[in-house]
């Protein structure tokens, strides 16, 4: 099989931006993909290295002690049944025989999966271990993995069955249910929810599948009443190729996605997105049969604002749609830039490629001619979408530039390739390239939308004397 494709088609449509993570959980009877198999090879030639940083196994590090804290905290969230990983770490027998492929995994920095460079900026969501915490995965594993006693374990931890978001203030469900067949491939599908007669502030997003063995993943995106984007469809009657395109410039957008693995969007308090009077809920949504035909009822629950927020937040993108990437070009450079006409919070950072994807990096250019680095990926991995949440805060006035830069390997080295003989241009296949990159940002509430996309005559000019 392929690997997971997202929803390029829509990120087409740049300006109204999204934040698509891409995880790689391969439905019922699929084997991963070939890329992961590349991984696991690469992590073995790897190996080689790792006998210089172990470090010696003192005979103390027990799994319940010091090992259990590190992968409830670090690992859980995906490594149980039902989310993206494909085995579960829950307990000491669950762990036990992944002791040797943990440090593997933890010491090369392919787990948890984070790309950041941690030199450059604080985010919250940050995944990537301490120096102590491999220490303490890789002297367990040294010791040969000991359970230790069970009296030293951590309670275990309670995971939300129902809303990860908290009981929804409202749920929006497809009206009727999608017939999943039981085999084949089936196209994404559009599937339209009317949502509320009235303006309501989002402060959570929580989209669910209904049946997450046969849902990849969901993407649900908001269509302002009046828009053109897919105006014939009816309500809950899949469209399965829209020969419309979403409008653009804070007009139609993306507002929330289940990916497994990936938490839902909960935006801090005081801040909330707006979805209009009127609009509709467009589920995009990828089967994966697995072998028995069924039924599926998707939906978005929502929590909203229980006080007009202080921000607006907006999901902007910024790309470079000109991209030529000549065959066997190893270090192709492609950049986009914005300046935004109005001050904005920064809350969420996500450049986005496919398979030649290899670095990015996100800066700023201040009114007062300062730059800085907001965010730097060395190793970019396209099977990871991960957007990045600056912790504190990450204010930039009006008339601040930001550039993001990409690199592609279009090299017979990059093992993710999937032809370095072909010129690449933007396309939505993963065997086409892309160069986006989405941001939550966040703007004083009562501030036009259309500000963030009007260039400011900022710094102003000095008046003639
Ligand atoms: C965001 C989700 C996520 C988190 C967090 C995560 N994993 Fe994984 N893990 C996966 C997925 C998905 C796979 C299978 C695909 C792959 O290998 O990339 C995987 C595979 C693995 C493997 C298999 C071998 C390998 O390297 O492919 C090991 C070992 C592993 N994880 C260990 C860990 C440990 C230890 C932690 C915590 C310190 C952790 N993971 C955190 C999602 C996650």
Same mark, same amino acid.
């Given at each position: 099989?392929?690997?997971?494709?997202?929803? &390029?088609?829509?990120?087409?449509?740049?300006?109204?931006? %999204?934040?698509?993570?891409?995880?790689?959980?391969?439905?019922?009877?699929?084997?991963?993909?070939?890329?992961?198999?590349?991984?696991?090879?690469?992590?073995?030639?790897?190996?080689?290295?790792?006998?210089? $940083?172990?470090?010696?196994?003192?005979?103390?590090?027990?799994?319940?002690?010091?090992?259990?804290?590190?992968?409830?905290?670090?690992?859980?969230?995906?490594?149980?049944?039902?989310?993206?990983?494909?085995?579960?770490?829950?307990?000491?027998?669950?762990?036990?025989? *992944?002791?040797?492929?943990?440090?593997?995994?933890?010491?090369?920095?392919?787990?948890?999966?984070?790309?950041?460079?941690?030199?450059?900026?604080?985010?919250?969501? &940050?995944?990537?271990?301490?120096?102590?915490?491999?220490?303490?995965?890789?002297?367990?594993?040294?010791?040969?993995?000991?359970?230790?006693?069970?009296?030293?374990?951590?309670?275990?931890?309670?995971?939300?069955?129902? *809303?990860?978001?908290?009981?929804?203030?409202?749920?929006?469900?497809?009206?009727?249910?999608?017939?999943?067949?039981?085999?084949?491939?089936? &196209?994404?599908? *559009?599937?339209?929810?009317?949502?509320?007669?009235? &303006?309501?502030?989002?402060?959570?997003?929580?989209?669910?599948?209904?049946?997450?063995?046969?849902?990849?993943?969901?993407?649900?995106?908001?269509?302002?009443?009046?828009?053109? *984007?897919?105006?014939?469809?009816?309500?809950?009657?899949?469209?399965?190729?829209?020969?419309? %395109?979403?409008?653009?410039?804070?007009?139609?957008?993306?507002?929330?996605?289940?990916?497994?693995?990936?938490?839902?969007?909960?935006?801090?308090?005081?801040? %909330? $997105?707006?979805?209009?009077?009127?609009?509709?809920?467009?589920?995009?949504?990828?089967?994966?049969?697995?072998?028995?035909?069924?039924?599926?009822?998707?939906?978005?629950?929502?929590?909203?604002?229980?006080?007009?927020?202080?921000?607006?937040?907006?999901?902007?993108? $910024?790309?470079?749609?000109?991209?030529?990437?000549?065959?066997?070009?190893?270090?192709?450079?492609?950049?986009?830039?914005?300046?935004?006409?109005?001050?904005?919070?920064?809350?969420?950072?996500?450049?986005? $490629?496919?398979?030649?994807?290899?670095?990015?990096?996100?800066?700023?250019?201040?009114?007062?001619?300062?730059?800085?680095?907001?965010?730097?990926?060395?190793?970019?991995?396209?099977?990871?979408?991960?957007?990045?949440?600056? %912790?504190?805060?990450?204010?930039?006035?009006?008339?601040?530039?930001?550039?993001?830069?990409?690199?592609?390997?279009?090299?017979?080295?990059?093992?993710?390739?999937?032809?370095?003989?072909?010129?690449?241009?933007?396309?939505?296949?993963?065997?086409?390239?892309?160069?986006?990159?989405?941001?939550?940002?966040?703007?004083?509430?009562?501030?036009?939308?259309?500000?963030?996309?009007?260039?400011?005559?900022?710094?102003?000019?000095?008046?003639?004397?």
């Amino acid at each position: 099989m392929s690997i997971t494709r997202l929803t &390029d088609r829509l990120i087409n449509f740049l300006a109204l931006g %999204a934040t698509i993570p891409a995880a790689k959980k391969p439905g019922a009877g699929q084997a991963y993909p070939v890329n992961m198999r590349i991984h696991l090879a690469a992590i073995f030639v790897f190996s080689w290295a790792i006998p210089c $940083m172990a470090f010696a196994a003192d005979g103390k590090t027990t799994f319940h002690k010091n090992v259990e804290p590190i992968v409830q905290a670090r690992c859980q969230g995906c490594h149980r049944p039902g989310e993206a990983a494909p085995m579960p770490l829950l307990t000491y027998s669950d762990t036990r025989p *992944w002791a040797k492929a943990i440090k593997q995994a933890v010491v090369t920095g392919k787990m948890p999966p984070w790309s950041a460079d941690s030199s450059v900026g604080h985010f919250r969501n &940050d995944r990537h271990l301490s120096a102590a915490e491999i220490d303490t995965l890789v002297k367990w594993a040294d010791a040969g993995a000991p359970e230790g006693n069970t009296k030293d374990a951590p309670a275990p931890l309670q995971f939300t069955e129902g *809303w990860a978001i908290g009981k929804p203030d409202a749920v929006l469900q497809m009206p009727i249910p999608y017939d999943v067949p039981a085999q084949g491939t089936v &196209d994404y599908q *559009w599937i339209l929810i009317p949502a509320f007669k009235e &303006d309501k502030w989002v402060q959570a997003f929580e989209v669910r599948p209904g049946n997450r063995s046969i849902v990849h993943h969901v993407a649900a995106f908001w269509r302002r009443a009046g828009s053109k *984007w897919m105006a014939d469809a009816q309500p809950g009657v899949p469209v399965a190729k829209p020969s419309t %395109a979403p409008e653009t410039g804070a007009a139609d957008g993306i507002i929330a996605e289940y990916v497994p693995g990936i938490p839902p969007l909960v935006l801090p308090k005081g801040y %909330a $997105m707006l979805l209009p009077a009127g609009a509709d809920i467009m589920l995009q949504v990828h089967y994966t049969p697995n072998g028995k035909a069924t039924k599926d009822i998707s939906g978005v629950g929502f929590v909203f604002a229980t006080a007009p927020p202080e921000y607006q937040v907006i999901t902007y993108g $910024m790309g470079a749609f000109n991209l030529k990437i000549p065959p066997y070009e190893a270090n192709y450079r492609a950049q986009a830039t914005a300046t935004f006409g109005t001050d904005v919070r920064v809350l969420g950072m996500n450049p986005h $490629m496919h398979l030649r994807g290899k670095s990015a990096e996100i800066s700023a250019t201040y009114p007062d001619g300062r730059s800085e680095a907001l965010l730097r990926v060395p190793k970019y991995d396209f099977n990871w979408q991960i957007t990045y949440e600056p %912790a504190g805060d990450l204010l930039l006035p009006a008339g601040t530039k930001v550039e993001a830069v990409s690199y592609y390997d279009n090299s017979v080295n990059n093992p993710f390739n999937p032809d370095p003989s072909k010129e690449v241009k933007w396309g939505d296949q993963t065997s086409d390239e892309m160069m986006a990159v989405f941001m939550h940002l966040a703007i004083p509430a009562g501030t036009d939308p259309r500000m963030l996309y009007r260039r400011p005559s900022y710094p102003p000019k000095p008046s003639a004397e």
